[in-house]
């Protein structure tokens, strides 16, 4: 057994064995958050990676295991903006504020700490870098990630991406097993050398392949002259679309959300990193004014939230504090789950919990009585279960015991013990993997991030 030097999370041991025994069918008993109904005391039904059925009554299923609950079961969240790359690294607080991002990503500080390092180890770490990210997304709720870019010198689609949570630019799983199939993609910047990185995704944007791209824009302070002049851009490129979603844009007003609107561009709203590095963010309840869709994502650890139901939290402080609680928490919920399934076009597959989509979800202990108001002061530690495709990845020692889980590896998350599901992690599982990037980081001088905040 050894000890994951990795603030709160100690691993405890790992039980494997040949096989992982997963449960075909499972009855998950709670008050369910489709988000169309609450259901107080309600059923879903998972089989074979779907859900089959979400009801007031018990389903009838013969040999289904079984979890009843009086936690919330919510859909899992839906995270069309991160790094999952970066994760690893420990928080970045520079000791000034940008007037956009192009200050800091040229800035020596950071070139030494996070993106030399960075380039370096992904030579030799990319799949426990990804690995090391998907695992802090879902220990906050969150089944589907964007954002792993394929760096220019390494091979363009590793296998090691499918499994954990979705991906959806890489491995979603929803296109069979084979990994590049995907329909959504990721674009850095307007600016020509981002758009030579995207060249490919771009290339396949314009050919018709894609249903959504992500671009960052407008990312800095408001006020900045570099960040007003990128929506032009983007309208130049052909990018204002039905099938573009902009991240960050902290410098639009009304008039670029009227035409977002007109086009049926969305937004994507990452305000911890924004305040973090600029001291401002985007104006949501402008952009909602106009009938903007807009979502909610964490950006990546190092300046945003470490996970989805952390920039949950953040976001409803914002929302108080800066937008005078113009919306509501339910609201917010959607921006984390429905509304960037609808923007990315797979609304069909995840974000909500109804009969035919994919079996995405997240169980939650809480004595809140409002389950929206629940999530806005959730930590990981009251995640009880986080499932993808069907299959339990994370959860309470006793969920993964009612579940008939053969093989798990125990960690301590936040002083309380918690089972991964060990067939889906990484040889050694999460032990092994933070040792392996302990010793990487270790040898940039730098301390492997936390997995959680406690
Ligand atoms: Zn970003």
Redesign the pocket.
């Known amino acids: 057994m050894k000890t994951i030097l990795a603030g709160c999370m100690i691993a405890l041991g790992l039980l494997a064995s040949a096989q992982a025994a997963e449960p075909s069918a499972i009855l998950l008993n709670g008050t369910v958050v489709t988000p169309e109904r609450v259901i107080e005391n309600g059923w879903v039904a998972v089989q074979n990676g779907k859900i089959t059925a979400v009801a007031a009554q018990k389903p009838n299923i013969v040999g289904a295991r079984e979890i009843i609950s009086k936690d919330y079961i919510f859909p899992g969240f839906v995270d069309l903006?991160n790094?999952p790359l970066y994760a690893m690294f420990p928080k970045w607080v520079p000791n000034q504020k940008f007037p956009n991002r192009y200050q800091w990503r040229n800035h020596p500080g950071y070139h030494k700490i996070i993106q030399q390092p960075e380039d370096i180890l992904v030579q030799k770490y990319f799949c426990d870098m990804d690995a090391y990210g998907e695992l802090m997304a879902l220990m906050g709720g969150t089944t589907s990630i964007t954002g792993l870019f394929e760096p220019a010198d390494t091979p363009k689609v590793e296998p090691c991406v499918v499994g954990l949570a979705r991906n959806l630019d890489w491995a979603s799983g929803f296109y069979g097993t084979a990994v590049g199939q995907e329909r959504i993609g990721n674009v850095l910047g307007i600016w020509p050398s981002d758009q030579k990185l995207s060249a490919q995704t771009l290339s396949d944007f314009k050919a018709g392949k894609l249903d959504f791209i992500g671009v960052?824009l407008g990312e800095g302070k408001r006020s900045d002259q570099v960040n007003a002049s990128e929506f032009a851009e983007l309208e130049k490129a052909g990018l204002l679309t039905n099938k573009t979603g902009i991240?960050h844009g902290v410098a639009l007003g009304d008039a670029e959300f009227t035409k977002m609107a007109a086009a049926g561009t969305a937004l994507i709203w990452s305000p911890r990193s924004n305040f973090e590095l600029y001291s401002d963010t985007a104006d949501v309840p402008g952009a909602l004014k106009r009938r903007v869709s807009v979502a909610l994502a964490p950006?990546?650890s190092p300046t945003g939230s470490m996970n989805m139901l952390g920039e949950i939290n953040y976001a409803a402080r914002v929302i108080e504090k800066n937008f005078g609680g113009d919306i509501s928490n339910k609201q917010l919920f959607e921006m984390a789950t429905s509304t960037p399934a609808r923007i990315a076009k797979i609304d069909d597959k995840v974000g909500s919990i109804k009969a035919g989509l994919y079996a995405d979800l997240f169980m939650l202990s809480s004595k809140n009585d409002d389950p929206y108001d629940a999530l806005t002061v959730a930590k990981p530690e009251d995640i009880t279960l986080v499932m993808v495709n069907g299959v339990p990845l994370f959860g309470t020692l006793e969920a993964f015991t009612k579940l008939g889980m053969s093989t798990s590896e125990t960690v301590a998350i936040c002083k309380l013990e918690r089972a991964l599901n060990a067939a889906q992690l990484p040889e050694g599982g999460l032990t092994a993997l933070a040792d392996r990037l302990y010793g990487a980081l270790a040898g940039q001088n730098i301390v492997l991030g936390n997995l959680v905040s406690c």
């Open positions: 903006h790094h960052h991240i950006d990546w």
